[in-house]
């Protein structure tokens, strides 16, 4: 069985320039190393094997020795052994026997700072691409024996390590099962990240989750907030963002720095924020309404003032916002791929050009590009970049239903949206279900953000 482990470890590595086997003998002590020389640390192969293997006694003093290793790993099957070679651990042979250590040489350990949830207070810092230094932060943050932390992997060809994390006291037990269930479901080749397996666990309900159920964050302290509300956390080998599930409407509204200010500023920047959501989702289809259907609602100076900043304009209203629209959402992408060095600056120069050019054109209204810009800046106080997603496509459905029916049909439309985020669930979690953060914390409960 030995003899046959090695040969077949062998021939599954054939290809592998890089399988190193090193034979470690003196006197009567004989043993062999296996390990694939770019994944392992040898520094560390050289101060935890080679110099204790020459400096004991025998080789049971040195088998003891390795079982006692906290770097030792477990395994079954030599399927089992030659993953872990491919993840970076060292196989030792000694006397027939097969030990198995984690020694993998990590780049990715750093704690990354935060670019996606900025705050003005609270922590600058996020997690890193190491699966065990998020664990570790994770645990230094929440000290309670209760947080489990369950190992897996996902992806046939990369056997991607990942870790699910939730408090067995708090986690609700039908939505821990559900979630298990559907991270078993997941048949790919290659997970690389925390995105792309957000994609795959929602698959099934593709045509049915239009919004978010799922919340991807790099903050640690909304972690804990999660964990210490009941919620279930997957960590990623090899990614800085954190998969939080289930997470209903109120989650994405949610900034961590309304937990460090005073009730007042907390509520008013919260009011602030669902003010920009109405006026993202809302504004661009009341104007296509108004001025199409209904000027009769306005005031006489307004609608004289609207009605004049579109002489000249050949388009219908409707025309007029999506075009504006498609080119916001063109310098939205266009900042996001450029380089950080150039982004801001060639996205600002590209809109005043663009708002310009377009005015004097007479191909859009003095009006229509404050419209624009307001809507563009309410966009960006959404706190979670998925509803934001979310929200900019939602908009365009109430300027079509503005465009053919007018005011009724904005009513309409904003009608369907709420009964559609009504029937919404997530991991059977109601979309729409609303906490009372502050109460709970007065309560001594757990908060749910």
Not at 4 to 31: G, R, Y
Not at 207 to 223: G, M, N
Not at 229 to 257: N, Q, R, Y
Not at 360 to 365: C, D, G, K
Request: proline content about 3%; aromatic content about 10%; charged content about 20%.
């Amino acid at each position: 069985m030995f003899n046959e482990t090695i040969t077949w470890l062998k021939q599954q590595l054939n290809n592998t320039n890089e399988l190193t086997q090193k034979t470690l003998e003196i006197e009567d002590k004989l043993s062999f190393i296996y390990f694939i020389s770019s994944l392992v640390d040898i520094e560390m192969i050289q101060k935890v094997l080679i110099k204790p293997f020459f400096e004991m006694p025998s080789e049971d003093y040195f088998e003891a020795y390795l079982q006692s290793l906290p770097q030792q790993l477990d395994f079954q099957t030599k399927e089992e052994i030659l993953s872990n070679l491919l993840s970076g651990s060292v196989l030792v042979a000694l006397k027939d026997k097969f030990i198995i250590l984690n020694l993998s040489k990590s780049h990715v350990d750093q704690v990354q700072e935060i670019n996606i949830e900025p705050t003005i207070h609270g922590s600058h810092y996020g997690l890193s691409e190491s699966l065990i230094t998020n664990i570790n932060i994770i645990r230094n943050y929440y000290h309670q024996a209760t947080l489990t932390v369950e190992k897996s992997t996902v992806g046939k060809l990369n056997n991607l390590e990942y870790a699910l994390l939730y408090d067995k006291d708090k986690v609700k037990k039908d939505v821990l099962k559900k979630f298990k269930k559907r991270m078993k479901t997941i048949d790919k080749e290659l997970i690389l990240s925390s995105s792309q397996l957000i994609s795959h666990i929602n698959n099934r309900d593709k045509l049915t989750s239009y919004f978010p159920t799922i919340l991807l964050t790099e903050r640690p302290d909304r972690i804990i907030y999660n964990i210490a509300g009941g919620k279930i956390i997957v960590l990623m080998e090899g990614s800085t963002l954190a998969i939080v599930a289930p997470a209903v409407f109120f989650d994405f509204m949610v900034s961590m720095e309304d937990n460090y200010h005073s009730f007042w500023i907390s509520n008013f920047l919260r009011a602030l924020r669902y003010l920009g959501l109405l006026v993202c989702i809302l504004l661009p289809g009341l104007y296509v309404a108004v001025t199409t259907y209904s000027p009769e609602i306005l005031r006489v100076e307004l609608a004289l003032t609207i009605s004049g900043s579109r002489v000249g304009v050949p388009y219908p209203p409707y025309i007029e916002v999506l075009f504006m629209l498609f080119f916001m959402e063109l310098l939205v992408e266009a900042s996001i791929r450029l380089p950080r060095a150039m982004s801001a600056t060639a996205t600002t120069v590209g809109g005043l050009i663009l708002g310009t050019a377009a005015t004097e054109a007479n191909l859009t209204s003095n009006i229509m590009i404050i419209i624009i810009s307001a809507v563009a800046i309410s966009t960006f106080v959404i706190p979670i970049n998925e509803m934001s997603f979310a929200i900019r496509t939602v908009r365009l459905a109430l300027i079509i239903f503005a465009s053919i029916f007018g005011l009724a049909g904005v009513v309409l439309a904003a009608i369907g949206f709420l009964m559609y985020l009504v029937n919404l669930n997530s991991y059977g979690e109601p979309y729409l279900r609303f906490y009372n953060y502050r109460k709970k914390k007065e309560r001594g409960e757990a908060l749910n953000e």
